[in-house]
C-alpha cells in the first residue's frame, strides 16, 4: 500500500531506448523552447511598435498565453495517460509542438504569435506524461534519481538552446523557430519507432469528466491525499517565483547590463549547465545524505538567498557569480516531486504530474504578467530598483520555507 492508500503496482521495465527517448524528449522539448527564447523581445520589437516598456509588456502577455493554456491542457493530458497509456500522450506532444513551431517561423503579426503560442501550450503534454513514464518503470526508492533524470534533462536543453538560439538567429530572426520545428518532428519519427507503452490495460484508470478539469486536478489531490495540502501551497510559491523570476531575467539583463542576445544566450547557458551538474549528480547524493524533506528545505534556502542578491548585483559579472547560488537551489524540485509520487497509487500517476503541471501553468499565466509588471515599473525608479522583481521572488520562496518544514514526509 502506498501511501496515499492505492495499490501500488510493480514497475514495469522499459526498453533503455525508451528510457533514452523520454529523456531526449525532454531535452528537445525544452531545448526547442529555449532557443527562441533570447530572440523573442528582438521580434516582438519588430512587429509592434514602442519603447522597453512596452516590449516588456507584450513579452510578459506571450509568456502568459502559454501558461494559461497549459493550466487548461495539461490535467487532460495527465487524465488521459492513465486512460489509455503515456505514449500516445508523449508522440501527440511532440506533433504539436512541431506545428506550433511552423506557425510561429510565419507569423507576419503579434496575433499570430500568440496563436502559435496557443497551440504549443496545448501540445505541452510531454512533462507531465513523460515524469508518469517514468512513476510507471521506475521503483519508489529510486524516484527522487528519476525526477532529477527529468529536472538534468531539462537543464541540458536549457544550457544547449540560448546559445545555439543565439548562433541560428544570426542568419535569421526566425530561424530559430524553424530549428525548433525541425527538433520536434524528427523527435516524434523516432519515437514512433523506439517508444513501448509503459502502463499495463490492467493498471489504466477510468476516465472521468471531472478528472477534464483543469482544476480537477487539484481538487482531487487535495481531497484524495489531504496531508500533502501544505506540499501544494509550497509548490505555488516556488513555481510563481521561479516562473516570475525566468520571465525578466532576459529584460532585465538588456536593461542593466546592455548585454546583447548573444551575451543573455552564454548566460542562461551557463546557468543551466549548472542546474544539469546539480540535477545530474547531486540529487541522489543530497537524498541520501539529508532526506528528500531536509534536501528540499536547503534548496528552498539558497532560493532565497541566490534570488535577492541578484536585486543587488550592480555589475554583470556580479550577476553570473551568484547563478551557481540558485542552480544548487534548484534541486528543492525533484525532493518535492518525489515526495508527491510516493504518496499515490500507480493509476494516480498521471493525475498527480497533471496537478503538478496545474500548479505550473496557473502560476505560469499569473507570475509572468505580474514580474514583467513589476519590472517595467520599476524601470521609472532608476536603476537601483530595477532588480524588485528578483526581491519579490525571493520574499515568496521564504514565505514557503516553514510551510515546507511542517509538511509531514511522504513515502
Given at each position: ?266 548566460l542562461m547557458t ?27 528545505l536547503g534548496g ?93 521572488a525571493a520574499a ?16
Amino acid at each position: 500500500m502506498t501511501a496515499g492508500g492505492g495499490t501500488e503496482a510493480p514497475a514495469a521495465k522499459a526498453r533503455p531506448a525508451a528510457l533514452a527517448f523520454i529523456a531526449v524528449t525532454v531535452v528537445l522539448d525544452n531545448l526547442a523552447m529555449w532557443m527562441i527564447m533570447p530572440v523573442l523581445p528582438r521580434l516582438l520589437g519588430t512587429l509592434q511598435h514602442g519603447g522597453a516598456g512596452r516590449t516588456a509588456l507584450f513579452y510578459g502577455a506571450f509568456l502568459t498565453v502559454f501558461a494559461v493554456m497549459q493550466f487548461v491542457a495539461a490535467p487532460i493530458q495527465g487524465a488521459l495517460s492513465d486512460r489509455f497509456g503515456r505514449r500516445p500522450i508523449v508522440l501527440a506532444s511532440n506533433l504539436g509542438l512541431g506545428l506550433d513551431y511552423v506557425v510561429m517561423a510565419l507569423a507576419p503579426t503579434v496575433w499570430w504569435l500568440f496563436a502559435g503560442r496557443l497551440i504549443s501550450g496545448v501540445a505541452a503534454g510531454s512533462g507531465p506524461a513523460a515524469s508518469a513514464y517514468l512513476a510507471d518503470v521506475t521503483p519508489p526508492e529510486k524516484r527522487a534519481a528519476s525526477f532529477g533524470l527529468i529536472m538534468a534533462a531539462q537543464a541540458v536543453g536549457a544550457a544547449i538552446g540560448p546559445a545555439l538560439g543565439g548562433l541560428v538567429s544570426a542568419i535569421d530572426l526566425r530561424a530559430p523557430f524553424w530549428a525548433s520545428a525541425a527538433l520536434s518532428l524528427a523527435n516524434l519519427a523516432y519515437g514512433a519507432f523506439v517508444l513501448p507503452e509503459s502502463l499495463p490495460k490492467s493498471a489504466r484508470a477510468p476516465l472521468k469528466f471531472t478528472h477534464l478539469n483543469p482544476l480537477g486536478a487539484l481538487v482531487w489531490l487535495l481531497r484524495a491525499h489531504p496531508r500533502l495540502a501544505a506540499l501544494v501551497v509550497v509548490a505555488f510559491l516556488l513555481s510563481f517565483a521561479s516562473q516570475g523570476a525566468n520571465g525578466v531575467v532576459v529584460l532585465y539583463a538588456t536593461d542593466r547590463y546592455r548585454w546583447t542576445p548573444a551575451a543573455i544566450g552564454i548566460l542562461m547557458t551557463a546557468f543551466a549547465v549548472m542546474t544539469l551538474v546539480v540535477q545530474g549528480g547531486l540529487v541522489s547524493i543530497a537524498a541520501k545524505r539529508f532526506g528528500e524533506l531536509g534536501s528540499m528545505l536547503g534548496g528552498l534556502g539558497l532560493n532565497v538567498a541566490g534570488l535577492a542578491a541578484f536585486a543587488f548585483a550592480t555589475r554583470g559579472w556580479q550577476f553570473a557569480a551568484l547563478m551557481p547560488v540558485v542552480a544548487v537551489g534548484s534541486i528543492a524540485a525533484p525532493m518535492m516531486g518525489s515526495i508527491f509520487s510516493k504518496a499515490v497509487a500507480a493509476d494516480e500517476q498521471g493525475r498527480l504530474q497533471g496537478a503538478w503541471s496545474s500548479v505550473n501553468g496557473l502560476m505560469g499565466f499569473v507570475a509572468p504578467a505580474a514580474f514583467t509588471a513589476i519590472f517595467a515599473r520599476s524601470l521609472g525608479f532608476g536603476a537601483a530598483w530595477s532588480g524588485a522583481a528578483f526581491v519579490f521572488a525571493a520574499a515568496l520562496i521564504a514565505l514557503s520555507i516553514p510551510i515546507a518544514a511542517r509538511a509531514p514526509k511522504a513515502g
